[in-house]
């Protein structure tokens, strides 16, 4: 106490003028001065340099877990092509390929009906009922509303507010979205989010005679008019029985991690307006 007490005797003008100087600055920035604008200005700029050094050691030390996935999603992808490696398409966005006579008597014909963009995902929210995910990519890229974005180990989301340069992304981790998928022996169904954790997804309304087991996978099926077909949705992790209603409900993994996002896929399908023009059409008769 006493060596304290000496501290301040001795600095005791330094001490009050440094007092002094911050409940000035405080009470300048309080105001609708000039000088507290710029005081404001100043802190928050000073603010931005930090958040933009503290994000970008963060992405250096993501660099090796981010090569890692790349890798992993283009063995994946080469394993796909494998598989239909006797497919010729003749049009997409990129490529087009002239094809003989006799190419039609050996070889499937196809039509590429999704086309990618990828795009960085620059803010993310799993702590809300609605979640929501900023990507860096808007409507002078060609983003539309409702167009299907996936990552690279699963459904992430719809796009549901476009600017010029930014695009909204309703998150598979919302009760707005619900997603069409299909069990391994090909039972259709909905994956809704039970606003319970950013990981546990929920298929509802299973059939009970179903036979699920624990670990197996979840793909989304032929009936989105937003996603595509075969694209991760979850892992099963357990199932609860409704013998009242005689189904099921089947709790998922999500496989794609939320809590980690940092690049996704938009997806323009090529066909889903002309598919939802007839579907409207049908329905007014």
């Not at 009906?113 to 803010?123: D, E, F, G, Q, S």
């Not at 979205?177 to 090909?186: E, F």
């Not at 949705?233 to 013998?243: H, L, P, Q, S």
Request: net charge positive.
């Amino acid at each position: 106490m006493r060596n304290f007490i000496l501290f301040i005797r001795r600095f005791f003008n330094l001490i009050l003028f440094l007092g002094l100087e911050i409940a000035c600055i405080m009470m300048i920035e309080r105001t609708d001065t000039l000088q507290g604008n710029d005081i404001v200005s100043s802190a928050n700029t000073i603010a931005g340099i930090v958040y933009k050094k503290q994000s970008d050691v963060m992405y250096y030390f993501g660099l090796r877990k981010m090569n890692d996935s790349l890798l992993n999603e283009n063995a994946m992808l080469r394993k796909m092509l494998n598989r239909v490696h006797t497919v010729d398409t003749l049009r997409d966005s990129l490529v087009r390929m002239a094809t003989g006579p006799e190419d039609t008597a050996t070889h499937i014909i196809e039509y590429a009906n999704y086309v990618y963009m990828t795009a960085r995902v620059i803010n993310n929210s799993t702590n809300a009922s609605d979640n929501y995910v900023t990507i860096n990519r808007g409507s002078k890229d060609g983003v539309r509303k409702n167009m299907a974005v996936i990552s690279g180990t699963g459904v992430v989301g719809r796009v549901e507010h476009v600017s010029a340069h930014f695009a909204s992304i309703l998150s598979a981790l919302s009760t707005k979205l619900k997603v069409n998928v299909k069990l391994k022996d090909g039972t259709n169904g909905l994956v809704v989010w039970d606003e319970k954790s950013a990981g546990i997804l929920t298929m509802i309304d299973v059939p009970q005679q179903v036979n699920v087991k624990k670990g197996d996978t979840v793909l989304t099926n032929n009936f989105s008019l937003f996603f595509p077909p075969d694209v991760m949705v979850g892992t099963v992790i357990k199932t609860e029985v409704e013998k009242k209603k005689g189904v099921q409900i089947v709790y998922l993994r999500s496989s794609t991690n939320f809590h980690n996002l940092q690049y996704v896929y938009v997806i323009d399908n090529k066909f889903a307006l002309e598919k939802k023009q007839l579907e409207d059409s049908t329905a007014k008769k």
